[in-house]
């Protein structure tokens, strides 16, 4: 039993991990770039895991802050993962620490940065176009990654940090991926911008050092900066053993397009009829997503809760499901009834204080139910907080665990 529930916790562990490296869908200002967040989530998240299940050299990490000790990036935003735009154009962006750290002697600048490109963006790369090579998005794949370098100062050794950024146009990334060999893989990167700390560079591999243009990248300056870190709450998550999260066993065959198709009529009802309560999002109709090992409805909606009500992080995340989320539950699955293909509902909902809904105070919270606990709920068989206990909560992409109770004393 202890073993079962160690790889139980493991799991769990590692899904939040993989959640919380793509930005959430309501972060993200620009209206376009948030609607292909939204359409591309589940691809996204497919390239957080195919890179986590990557062997890389040293330790990798998705951040949305550079220049991170380890340690620091153990407990720091993850979310990195976002689509945005840079120079014109629409880009997939990443970003990371990768903590080599390279000798300055033994290696210049342009092959630290070769090095890290070897060991760290091409296999990003390569996950990004397995899942965008079929579709007109993004226009350009844009990568910067940290890593460390040691250099002797008045002959005391020191570790530095550098930045290595990557702006490669898509048809170039899809050149680079299907290479056999250096010359062709050389050839695809003639069309990228490269840069070192700001300075350009040239990923085009040469016994020669490359001249650096006298320019700084143009990345920071266009994009949004970083977030600053989140911490985590130190308690543990801990799931009540009377209701904890299962791995889905679904005996469904039907693929994610089948069951949107069968359940559209009832969706499209759905949306009319609920709106007023459910306050969906326009530009992201319910969708089915593969999350967890199962199939997952997704419904994109907006939590309105009075400027009173501000609070911790935890506690408006609580605060959202009674006031709001536990009164849609049975209306929702009154247009399920019959459900028996997938496996839970996801509530994806934007928590906004106060009568603006343009307020900068907007809190990203995903409540993942099982259907099985779902219509333990609807019958009254189990409490509020014992579904929450045996679901998936997600803020801002971390997973949390809730206490409805307590954040109500507080």
């Not at 993850?78 to 962006?93: A, E, M, N, P, T």
């Not at 990003?124 to 350009?140: C, G, L, N, T, Y």
Request: hydrophobic share 40%; with cysteine; proline share 5%.
């Amino acid at each position: 039993m202890r073993a079962t529930s160690f790889l139980v916790a493991a799991i769990c562990l590692l899904i939040g991990r993989l959640q919380s490296q793509v930005l959430a869908p309501a972060e993200i200002t620009d209206e376009a770039a948030r609607g292909l967040q939204q359409k591309y989530f589940f691809d996204l998240k497919t390239i957080a895991t195919s890179v986590n299940g990557h062997s890389f050299p040293y330790h990798f990490y998705f951040s949305r802050v550079l220049d991170l000790t380890e340690r620091q990036q153990q407990s720091s935003d993850q979310r990195s993962i976002q689509f945005d735009h840079f120079q014109g154009k629409l880009i997939l962006k990443v970003t990371g620490n990768y903590f080599a750290s390279y000798s300055d002697e033994a290696m210049d600048r342009e092959k630290r940065a070769r090095q890290t490109f070897t060991d760290v963006m091409l296999p990003i790369v390569r996950a990004a176009v397995m899942q965008f090579k079929e579709v007109d998005v993004p226009d350009s794949y844009a990568l910067e990654i940290s890593h460390h370098v040691r250099k002797k100062v008045l002959g005391v050794v020191t570790e530095g940090v550098e930045n290595v950024v990557l702006v490669l146009p898509k048809q170039s990334a899809i050149d680079l991926v299907a290479a056999g060999d250096a010359e062709h893989q050389n050839a695809a990167l003639l069309k990228a911008a490269a840069f070192v700390d700001g300075k350009s560079m040239t990923f085009w591999p040469t016994d020669e050092p490359a001249v650096a243009a006298n320019h700084e990248s143009p990345f920071h300056a266009s994009l949004p900066p970083a977030a600053p870190p989140q911490q985590q709450p130190a308690t543990p998550v801990v799931a009540s053993p009377a209701l904890a999260p299962e791995i889905p066993a679904t005996g469904a065959t039907l693929t994610l397009e089948k069951l949107q198709e069968q359940y559209r009529p009832d969706l499209d009802r759905m949306v009319r009829e609920l709106d007023a309560q459910a306050h969906f999002v326009t530009y992201a109709a319910p969708a089915f997503i593969d999350f967890h090992k199962g199939r997952y409805l997704q419904l994109s909606i907006v939590t309105a809760l009075t400027d009173q009500s501000a609070g911790s992080q935890y506690q408006l995340a609580a605060l959202a499901f009674d006031k709001h989320i536990a009164h849609l539950i049975r209306p929702v699955l009154s247009y399920l009834k019959t459900a028996q293909d997938f496996d839970g509902v996801d509530f994806s909902t934007t928590i906004r204080l106060g009568k603006d809904s343009s307020s900068e105070s907007k809190l990203a919270v995903e409540y993942i139910f099982p259907l099985s606990a779902l219509r333990s709920y609807e019958n009254y068989d189990c409490t509020g907080q014992q579904l929450l206990d045996a679901s998936f909560i997600l803020v801002n992409g971390e997973r949390v665990s809730l206490n409805l109770q307590a954040a109500e004393n507080k």
